[in-house]
């Protein structure tokens, strides 16, 4: 008896991940025109007002070509979850889908990716009381130790981050000590059901590191000479802003304010700048190897493979 392979009907869309500066952008916006596509930001700085330069957004010309959904839809005082963003994506993937065009994710936030198409799990809030005596209880004995005891409550979450992932750390014992649960079973209790869309993952990054550090740089620079530091000082003239929010600690920004502060100089402020840019791209690349059903391709090289990709994926 002849077996077939069940046909997947759900419609399609595509996720065009990649780090920081690996020119993501460009690439969408000339799919929007080619595939009659529409943009859907993936980005946890871009969904910010005023974040301009330092987010890299793209600007009105840009937009005009290619409108860019869940850009400018909070204000920087405000918090923005991956759970938020994960229910405004979906239903702007079946507004999309509703007027015959194709839903394009476009970024490099791994956590809104994993929310979107992966689900998150239902664990508890953060509990600014649980996190205040975490962080009592760290000022006490260190870091490390509190890494100690999330290896022996919770091996799984203690092997997976760091011990010097305070942040992380924090979140994992404040889960553990709210619930009694450990935080890698609530991750693993994500969305079973099937994502509604089928997507094709690709990822764009320069094979060579060293290609990416320049792109960086060069960028960075671009957004001193654009007037990054005014752009500092206009959000910090809000009274409403402060260090800690999430918006303020996107790189670039955060060490935009540390310098305006601390009135370090320019060019310690520049490779302050350019060297946390290229953490980031460094956490970013390390998530996207995590991706194993993503397809990877040169940015500089692989323009035609791409969208021989993009094309068959769509029937055209």
């Known amino acids: ?11 399609p869309a595509i996720a065009l991940m990649g780090p920081t500066a690996s020119g993501k952008t460009a690439l969408a916006v ?6 009659g596509m529409d943009i859907v930001s993936v980005d946890s700085a871009l969904v910010y007002r005023g974040l301009n330069i330092g987010s890299a957004k793209p600007d009105a010309d840009t937009r005009a070509r290619a409108p860019h959904r869940l850009i400018d839809i909070r204000d920087p005082h405000e918090t923005y979850s991956a759970a938020e963003f994960a229910e405004d994506a979906l239903r702007e993937l079946h507004a999309i889908h509703a007027h015959g065009r194709v839903p394009l994710l476009v970024g490099g936030t791994g956590l809104y990716f994993r929310a979107l198409l992966q689900g998150l799990s239902d664990m508890p809030q953060a509990d600014p009381a649980l996190r205040a ?12 130790a509190m890494h100690e005891a999330l290896c022996r409550i919770d091996p799984a979450a203690g092997a997976r981050i760091k011990p010097g992932d305070a942040q992380r750390i924090q979140r994992a014992l404040e889960v553990f000590r709210a619930s009694g649960t450990p935080i890698s079973q609530w991750q693993q209790a994500a969305r079973s059901k099937p994502f509604p869309f089928r997507v094709l993952k690709l990822v764009v990054a320069p094979p060579d590191r060293s290609v990416l550090h320049e792109r960086i740089a060069r960028r960075f620079d671009l957004m001193i000479e654009a007037g990054l530091l005014d752009e500092v000082r206009r959000l910090a003239s809000d009274v409403r ?8 600690r996107a790189v670039g920004y955060r060490q935009a304010l540390e310098h305006l ?3 370090s100089s320019l060019a310690e402020f520049r490779d302050r700048g350019i ?3 290229r953490q980031l791209a460094k956490r970013q690349l390390t998530w996207l190897r995590g991706e194993l ?13 791409i969208e021989r990709a993009v094309a068959q994926f769509l029937g055209r």
């Open 1 to 11: 008896m002849s077996e077939f392979l069940p046909i997947d009907s759900r419609p």
């Open 293 to 305: 059903d993503a397809r990877w391709f040169d940015p500089a090289c692989d323009g035609d493979e």
């Open 30 to 35: 000339e799919w929007v025109e080619r595939f």
């Open 241 to 248: 802003l402060h260090a800690d929010l999430p918006a303020m």
């Open 133 to 144: 005596e975490i962080a009592r209880d760290a000022a006490a004995c260190g870091w490390t």
């Open 261 to 263: 502060q601390q009135g």
């Open 275 to 277: 060297f946390a840019t």
